[in-house]
């Protein structure tokens, strides 16, 4: 198992960019990852997930605006979001799973066993 740290959230205005780091205390290779979030009166709701490959998934609202990726060799996921709207603000978190190639998780909490801390982004405007 690996531990997950977030770190990158801020407050900014609307229409603005923060880019999210997780850093995992292991190698992530043979993880599959992902962002979730969850906002003071909502459900945790997936934002984006990776598979080990590279290959992503969004949720709707999302798309065109936030990017995941991984960078193995840092043992590091990124969410770079950008264009953001009030609607986004919420806690983020980091997951991972060890998952099989080619594996695609879905924006499911259940895809996940192992979960960070959080970190807070407040969009306001």
């Known amino acids: 198992q690996v531990q997950l740290t977030e770190s990158g959230g801020d407050s900014v205005q609307a229409s603005g960019s923060l880019r999210l780091s997780c850093a995992a205390s292991?190698?992530?290779?043979?993880?599959?990852m992902g962002w979730f979030r969850q906002g003071t009166e909502s459900e945790r709701e997936g934002v984006a997930t990776i598979g080990r490959e590279g290959a992503t998934m969004y949720r709707d609202s999302v798309k065109g605006r936030f990017t995941i990726s991984r960078d193995n060799a840092k043992n590091t996921l990124y969410l770079q979001m950008n264009n953001l709207e009030p609607e986004d603000s919420a806690k983020y978190y980091c997951s991972a799973r060890l998952c099989p190639p080619m594996r695609v998780p879905i924006l499911s909490s259940r895809e996940f066993d192992q979960w960070g801390q959080g970190t807070q982004v407040t969009v306001s405007g």
């Open positions: 292991g190698n992530i290779d043979e993880y599959c």
